[in-house]
């Protein structure tokens, strides 16, 4: 059997984390995107690696779908600069992971096994997160984005050669539904950047949102409870 060989940074403890304010523990970026980047363009998978490497440098835990394609690169960025990675899985086990879905234990830290396949794994992901990053991506992004966007989660759009940035302009054009939370940026860093800054002027307030529907199971403007 071959000797894999590690990228020595992939092995270290992480070296900086970014603390929330009043015990809110460690700033985690989600980072959604297809695991089939075969339409997202040539140099999506710079951009995840990019992108993962400016979560881990500024402190951040990088959170994935525990899959391959975009996610995954972007974790390979996080650990290139000795971050911290988790990943949570549709799986019920490890088993089920690798031999029913078919992913990947690479470059995560720690595997969440939720048992409650790729759209309840979505959920948990995007509840688990303090902010969030949309990449290239199909139905299952736009799945989390949607969660996203209903929990009030401060998003970052990553543009590039895909088409997922403009469709998702449409999305919230037509949703006619007050939004703060969400950004578009080309670059990795200042979306980045971005992010983290509304994460700490969000945290202690975003307990309770305003739900803005006319009919809703809560009832017209009810404030709900996450």
């Known amino acids: 059997m071959t000797k894999r060989v590690l990228h020595p940074n992939h092995a270290k403890v992480p ?6 304010p009043d015990g809110y523990g460690v700033a985690k970026i989600a980072v959604s995107g297809s695991a089939d980047t075969t339409y ?4 999506a998978f710079e951009k995840a690696k990019e992108l993962g490497r400016e979560i881990a440098k500024a402190g951040a ?9 975009f996610p995954m690169y972007a974790a390979i960025g ?5 971050g911290f990675s988790i990943g949570f899985s549709p799986a019920a086990t490890e088993r089920e992971h690798l031999e029913v879905y078919k992913l ?19 959920l948990i992901l995007v509840r688990s997160c303090d902010a969030m990053v949309i990449g290239p991506g199909r139905i299952g992004t736009l799945n989390e984005f949607a969660v996203g966007f209903e929990d009030g989660r401060p998003i970052g759009v990553l543009e590039g050669d895909w088409k997922t940035a403009e469709f998702i302009r449409e999305v919230i054009g037509a949703a006619h539904r007050p939004n703060e939370n969400i950004i578009f940026d080309a ?17 202690g307030k975003d307990l309770v949102y305003n739900n803005h529907d006319n009919w809703s ?10």
């Open 78 to 82: 996080a650990k290139d600069e000795c």
């Open 217 to 226: 199971a809560t009832g017209k403007n009810a404030d709900v409870i996450l």
């Open 15 to 20: 070296e900086n984390f970014c603390r929330l």
């Open 187 to 203: 670059d990795p860093k200042a979306i980045v950047e971005r992010l983290l800054e509304m994460v700490q002027k969000q945290k």
């Open 104 to 122: 990947p234990l690479d470059f995560m830290d720690v595997i969440v096994y939720t048992g409650f396949g790729y759209s309840g794994r979505d």
């Open 40 to 43: 997202s363009g040539l140099d």
């Open 61 to 69: 835990i990088i959170t994935t779908g525990a899959t391959t394609g």
